[in-house]
């Protein structure tokens, strides 16, 4: 996958969390068809041939695609398992998510295994993957995005200035009619937060399974979430990992991006100064900040190789997602300075019309973002926004306020955005970055204030999105392991140094 793909796909994957309080979406225990999955091969591209013989299996689960209608129209969810090689001490299934929305998971149990999934958990589960509704594999969706529309996914491009926000209001518009005409099979509206997680307790069911165990990054917090709440018998032992602060995105969680970048990048500023004597970025972290508006300033006013302002700090935002990418980050910085071109992190390529290899990822985070909960309609408050955060979070917040296409999308929610539960049993660990760009503390903080008794709360002293396997903290990791091995919850909230 080249750079500019992967910069792309990112930015859908990763999302941030929400502020607005929600109505409660009840839900009853819907156990569907006594369906059982008939385990087979996975679909080419799930696993790479040449890594060796295939340890995955997938299978279909059909659910209805309007659960108002469950005898109606019918729609196949494909899932994959990792299975436990001990059935011995198998305890259940571990449902997993990626984040989004608009990830595709099957490959996940693989892919966090080969990352250092603990033996014991892979050991006492039998790890299901899965492409939620509307992704790869099952019911896809389109937009019909091509490759000069799709470029920043779920992240609106950075406003210089006021009239930028009302020419971005055109292009917002422009995209949610696009979605429309698009949206031939009438599938778009049942694409949302609380019709998946109705789509996991069927999975659930057609497991054979009583309850289910839930580990969801990003985006997969919300939906985990929902799952704990309007589930709440059924649900096992729940970790929600880099968390977005509620069930849905809104247009305040979207602004959230901004002060997880501000509270993120001094970490990279700090790296970079450290290594002033082969990056030339700034002896200080300080002046490595003015060396990041010095080149988004000048690229905004003269772009080079397809690089923008914009586009310099949307790398600059995605650089934040590892400190593994740091050194391939400042190594562009010091060509921007030393030539004025952007070298190893490049620009955007021109478009040619394709099809987006993103647009089912994008297309399935619109829907879900804009069917999940009322955006605002009035052009005002996204100027009002833009302007309150280039102020408030100047490094990024005139991109993460900017309009998105909720503003004018032609489906309304179909049903109140789903409310936390905190009134069932304790089974919900939540863990969280102190620093991380895309779901900041506070989302955390946020939605282990939501669930109340229900929840224990887990921050690590450090950088990044994503905290169990994707990051290397063993006080957390054993925190996590402990309790979806041994059932041990924490008696309190938890804060794990640094290491």
Known sequence: MNRQRSLSLLAVLGLTGALV????????????????????????????????????????VPVPLNYSEPE?????IMISRLASKHPDKRRGVLMLNPGGPGGSGLDQPKFLAAQGL??????????????????????PVSCGFTDDQAYFGNIPPYAVNDAAVTERATVAQGVAEQCAAN???????????ANMARDLDRIRAALGEDKASYLGYSYGT????????????????????????????????????????????????????????????????????????????????????????????????????RPALYASAAESWKSLLETGRPGLAGGRPP??????????????????????????????????????????????????????PCAYWKLRPSEPPVRIDNTGPADVLIMQNQRDPVTPLRGGELLDEKFGQRSRLVTVDGSGHGVYVLGANPCASEVVTRYLVDGAMPENDIACRAG
């Open 183 to 193: 949206d031939r099979e009438g599938r778009l509206r049942y694409v949302s937060t």
């Open 351 to 404: 478009g040619t019309g394709a099809p987006a290899p993103t647009d089912n990822a994008w297309s399935v985070f619109l829907a879900v973002t804009c069917n999940d909960v009322e955006w605002p309609e009035d052009i005002q408050t996204y100027h009002r926004a833009v302007a309150e955060d280039r102020e408030q979070y100047p490094l990024y917040g005139a991109a993460t306020s900017n309009v998105m």
């Open 21 to 60: 309080g929600a109505l409660v979406v009840a839900a009853e225990p819907d156990e569907g068809p006594a369906a059982r999955v008939q385990w087979g091969a996975c679909p080419e591209g799930i696993e790479d041939p040449a890594a060796g013989p295939a340890q995955l299996q997938c299978a279909t």
């Open 222 to 321: 919300a939906l985990g979430a929902a799952y704990a709440s309007m589930f709440p018998q059924q649900a096992d032992r729940i970790v929600l990992d880099s968390n977005i602060g509620d069930t849905y995105l809104d247009h305040d969680g979207m602004r959230l991006y901004g002060r997880g970048m501000e509270e993120t990048f001094p970490d990279f500023a700090e790296w970079a100064a450290a290594r002033h004597d082969s990056y030339g970025l700034g002896r200080t972290p300080e002046e490595v900040r003015r060396t990041y508006f010095t080149l988004a300033e000048r690229l905004d006013a003269n772009p080079v190789d397809g690089m923008d302002g914009g586009l310099f700090r949307f790398g600059t935002f995605f650089t934040l997602y």
């Open 118 to 139: 603990p033996a014991d958990v892979l050991d006492s589960y039998d790890v299901i993957g899965m492409d939620t509704r509307g992704v790869g594999h099952s019911a």
């Open 72 to 76: 109606g129209a019918q729609i196949e």
